[in-house]
């Protein structure tokens, strides 16, 4: 395998937790958010948005918002990326 082979980024999702979700509105239609979508820039560091579904149930559209700063989704956002990083290092190939 060549050494310059480009990896632009990695993601994962992650399933928020019941007690660490919360709710957010945009134009109108409040959202309670329940999954992450973390990527690991080419830097090493992360970026993470949410999804989830609107409150008043259906569908809704594929919204994305900041996660808030609350040290408990960092820790989350941190654990979910080590873990990551785990299943990549022991995968099996192609299946």
């Known amino acids: 395998m060549s050494s310059d082979l480009e990896v632009s980024a990695l993601a994962i999702n992650v399933t928020v937790p019941e007690g660490l979700r919360w709710t957010d509105t945009r134009r109108g ?15 090493g560091r992360l970026a993470a948005k ?8 259906g569908r809704g559209a594929y919204v994305s918002f900041a996660v808030p700063d609350r040290p408990e989704l960092a820790a ?9 990083g785990e299943m990549w290092a022991a995968h099996r190939g192609l299946g």
């Open 29 to 43: 239609v409040a959202f309670t958010l329940t999954t992450l979508n973390v990527r690991l820039l080419p830097d």
């Open 50 to 57: 949410a999804y989830g579904r609107p409150v008043a149930g």
């Open 76 to 84: 989350l956002i941190a654990e979910a990326a080590g873990r990551a």
